[in-house]
């Protein structure tokens, strides 16, 4: 089975860096702001970008209360107000409706989206419709026996668990004194990424530092399991319920990479699981599908805007890695992709952080750059 898989001694901590500065950010970034409304595959969607806290969202502009399309523009009112229809209704950073006027409280539809290094897309999808307007079809690489993809381009990063999931996380109130005083977040920059998971009134925040050394937590919010996904490589996070063949199951890191990007093992049948693709590429559970929990990324400043209940992932993980410097510093910078990847597409820098809103084996990308002239 593995006799296809290349194996290579590189261990993710050999890139390990220990800048300690705060990651700057550009003038550009700091100056995009604002939303796109555009169509995709028959559906009408809106983009939100904010470039000062990296944040890249999508919704669907179909609302079952009107006729027509919605169309979503900036908020004028104060936080956590993001997104106003032209009906003047207000929606946040979650497509979560915040006026009076829906008895029900009726939020945007949410719609398929990855945040992630552009140079993944042509790795995984096979047609890619860039805003600008450039189409380009990819001839995917045909899957190897008893596999959803193809072994020549899944590679060893470490051992299965040599990265260690955080299965127990704990959590500090964003208020308090616990947090004020608490050493890693009081030497977190402001512009450190973080993902942003919300369910019900409650928001789990876990800092891409923490993430960086442990790419998994099984996690828990209102009494639901999940599993929160980040893979350094890519520059993506994602969620899903923790089910396999409905019943509950961990999940844990391979110590695998397809096309560079994070391969998951569920605890219950080792079955092995993309990040990207949202679905089993070997095991018993070969082609099964996830549910997923849509999730966004945004910088540790915008934090302190969340409303509700909000929790920030403790160092307490029981391990004892220095969570305040990142290993990752030097690969986000440079040009560089750690394995070989299946196909390439140059029309962008390789590591140029963009949204895929993805319709089956379609995408269509959208860059801070698309931002600038609106």
């Not at 700057?24 to 939303?35: E, K, N, P």
């Not at 409706?97 to 897309?121: M, Q």
């Not at 920059?189 to 993902?195: E, F, I, P, R």
């Amino acid at each position: 089975m593995m006799n296809k898989i290349y194996v290579f001694l590189v261990l993710i901590f050999s890139f390990f860096s220990c800048q300690e500065d705060e990651p700057s950010i550009t003038s550009d970034l700091i100056l995009v702001q604002g939303v796109i409304n555009d169509d995709f595959a028959g559906e009408p969607v809106a983009i939100y970008a904010d470039g000062i806290n990296q944040t890249l969202v999508a919704f669907s502009r179909d609302h079952s209360e009107y006729n027509e399309p919605l169309t979503l523009s900036m908020s004028p009112d104060l936080a956590p107000a993001v997104l106003q229809d032209q009906f003047g209704n207000n929606y946040d950073i979650n497509g979560k409706s915040l006026g009076a006027e829906f008895g029900n409280n009726l939020d945007l539809k949410k719609v398929n989206f990855l945040v992630g290094y552009w140079f993944i897309f042509p790795a995984f999808f096979e047609n890619i419709t860039q805003f600008n307007g450039q189409v380009s079809s990819n001839s995917l690489v045909s899957p190897s026996e008893g596999w959803l993809v193809s072994t020549d381009f899944i590679f060893v990063g470490s051992s299965r668990d040599g990265i260690p999931s955080i299965d127990d996380p704990t959590f500090i109130p964003l208020s308090g004194k616990e947090f004020v005083d608490d050493p890693f977040y009081s030497s977190l920059g402001q512009h450190d990424l973080v993902t942003v998971l919300t369910i019900g009134n409650t928001s789990h925040v876990y800092p891409h530092k923490i993430l960086e050394y442990h790419e998994i937590v099984n996690d828990q919010i209102e009494g639901q399991n999940i599993a929160l996904s980040y893979c350094p490589l890519t520059g993506t996070s994602r969620a899903w319920k923790s089910e396999v063949k409905n019943d509950f199951s961990e999940f844990g890191v391979s110590g695998l990479l397809y096309n560079n990007n994070l391969i998951l093992y569920d605890r219950s049948t080792e079955s092995y699981w993309s990040q990207i693709l949202e679905k089993s590429i070997y095991g018993d559970c070969l082609a099964e599908e996830i549910s997923p929990i849509q999730l966004y990324e945004s910088t540790f400043n915008s934090v302190k805007r969340l409303q509700g209940d909000v929790q920030l992932l403790s160092t307490n993980t029981g391990f004892n890695y220095l969570y305040n410097q990142s290993i990752y510093d030097d690969y986000r910078i440079s040009e560089r992709v750690s394995f070989p990847i299946s196909n390439q597409d140059n029309s962008l820098k390789p590591k140029e952080r963009v949204l895929g809103i993805i319709k089956g084996k379609q995408v269509k990308i959208y860059a801070f750059d698309n931002f600038k002239d609106l």
